[in-house]
C-alpha cells in the first residue's frame, strides 16, 4: 500500500512536463498569499514544517501532525488600508488512531463596496449619483484535505497527503467562475531536521468565467467602447517547492528553526532569483525561535525581485528588493496566537499588514 501511494505521487509529479504555453502566468494568485501568521511570518517557508490544520495549505501531508484531537485555525488579514481582506480558516480531524488525517480549509480575498458607476451618466449628460450602487469583487477556495502517515524508516518518519481544491470567484453579478484543481505532499520527519515536497495543481487547474450583463450594462458598455465579454477559461499551471529544515537546540529551554523552501514554476519568464523560458526559482526562508514549546519569536524573507531603483531618475539602474517579515506567537493549554507585521511591497516604499491568526485544539471534557 505504501508503496502503490510512493508511485502515484512520482507519477502524478511528472505533470510538469507537459507543455505551459496555453496557461496564464499569474491565475489565481490568491491562492499563493499564504495562511496562518505563523508561516507568513516565517517568509511562507513552510513546505518542511507544518503540522496544524495550516498544512492543508502549505502542505497536506503535514496534517498527520495533528493528533489526538481535532484542531481548528482561522486568521484575517487587511491588505491596503483595508480595501481588501483576506480571510482564512482550516480544520483538521485525526481519524484511525492518528494514522490519517482530514482537512477542510476556505479561504476567501475580496474587495468589497466597490462603486458601480455604470449608469453615473444620464442620458442627458447629467450626473446622478443616486445611480451608484456597490457590488464586491470576491475569490473563494475550498480546500478538501486527506493525509495518511506511510511508514517509518529507522528514525524517519514518512507521510503524504492529497488536496482536492474547489474555486468559485465572482465580480458582482456580472461574472462568475467555477474551477478545480489537485495538489500533493509528502514530507520526511526527523528528529532534528525535515524535508517537504509539494506539488500544486499537478492536474492544472482551471477556472470556467461565464458572464451576465443586462441589456441596459450591455448598451453602457458599448457607449463607453468596452468589449462584452460572453466566456472564456484561464488554466492554472502547475509548481513545484521543495523544503527542508533543521532544529539547533541551543540549551535546555531554546532551539531554533531553519527553513528554507524553493518555489519553482514553469509558465515562462518570471522576475526571480533564477528566470528563464523554462524555469523559474523564488526562495523563501524563515526562522522560528522557540522557548519550551510556548513563546516564539520569528522572522523571515521571501518574493526577491529586480526593480528599479527610486533614486535613479533615468530608470536604468536595478536593483535586488526582497519582502521581510517578522512576528511572535504563544500557545497556551490548547490556544496558539500568532501575529505576523509583514511588509508588501520592498524596502525602500514599504506597505505593511498585521495578520493575526488563531489555532484552538478542540479537547472534549471527560464525564
Not at 185 to 192: A, E, M, Q, R, W
Not at 241 to 246: I, K, L, P, W
Not at 293 to 301: E, N, S, T
Request: hydrophobic share 45%.
Amino acid at each position: 500500500m505504501s508503496r502503490n501511494l510512493l508511485v502515484t505521487f512520482i507519477v502524478l509529479s511528472q505533470c510538469f512536463l507537459v507543455s505551459f504555453a496555453q496557461f496564464r502566468k499569474y491565475s489565481n494568485e490568491f491562492l499563493n498569499i499564504g495562511a496562518g501568521a505563523r508561516g507568513l511570518a516565517m517568509g511562507s517557508a513552510q513546505i518542511a514544517t507544518t503540522n496544524d490544520p495550516t498544512a492543508g495549505y502549505w502542505n497536506p501531508a503535514g496534517l498527520t501532525g495533528v493528533k489526538d484531537h481535532p484542531s481548528l485555525s482561522i486568521m484575517h488579514a487587511d491588505y491596503f488600508s483595508g480595501i481588501a481582506k483576506y480571510d482564512f480558516a482550516a480544520l483538521a480531524i485525526p481519524v484511525q488512531n492518528n494514522k490519517r488525517t482530514l482537512g477542510l480549509s476556505v479561504l476567501r480575498f475580496a474587495v468589497d463596496d466597490i462603486p458601480n458607476t455604470l449608469f453615473l451618466v444620464e442620458p442627458d449628460g447629467s450626473l446622478n449619483f443616486n445611480n451608484i450602487q456597490s457590488f464586491s469583487s470576491a475569490d473563494y477556495a475550498f480546500l478538501l484535505s486527506y493525509a495518511q502517515h506511510v511508514k517509518k524508516i529507522n528514525e524517519t518518519e514518512i507521510n503524504m497527503g492529497a488536496n482536492a481544491k474547489i474555486i468559485y470567484r465572482n465580480v458582482g453579478s456580472f461574472a462568475t467562475a467555477w474551477g478545480f484543481g489537485v495538489d500533493a505532499g509528502i514530507n520526511f520527519i526527523n528528529k532534528k531536521w525535515r524535508v517537504g515536497v509539494m506539488a500544486k495543481d499537478i492536474t492544472t487547474t482551471f477556472n470556467a468565467w461565464s458572464f451576465s450583463f443586462s441589456e441596459r450594462e450591455k448598451q453602457a458598455l458599448y457607449l463607453a467602447n468596452n468589449d462584452i465579454p460572453t466566456q472564456s477559461t484561464e488554466m492554472t499551471a502547475p509548481r513545484l517547492v521543495v523544503g527542508g529544515a533543521y532544529v539547533f537546540r541551543l540549551n535546555k529551554f531554546l532551539q531554533l528553526l531553519a527553513e528554507a523552501n524553493m518555489e519553482f514554476t514553469f509558465d515562462g519568464k518570471r522576475n526571480t532569483i533564477v528566470s528563464s523560458d523554462f524555469l523559474n526559482a523564488d526562495p523563501r526562508l524563515g526562522l522560528e525561535l522557540n522557548y519550551k514549546d510556548v513563546f516564539f519569536v520569528r522572522g523571515g524573507i521571501t518574493n526577491f525581485q529586480q526593480a528599479l531603483a527610486d533614486a535613479d531618475t533615468l530608470n536604468q539602474r536595478k536593483v535586488w528588493v526582497y519582502q521581510p517579515s517578522v512576528g511572535a506567537g504563544v500557545n497556551i493549554k490548547n490556544v496558539t496566537i500568532d501575529y505576523s507585521f509583514s511588509n508588501l511591497a520592498n524596502q525602500e516604499n514599504p506597505l505593511y499588514t498585521h495578520i493575526f491568526s488563531l489555532k484552538l485544539n478542540i479537547i472534549k471534557r471527560k464525564k
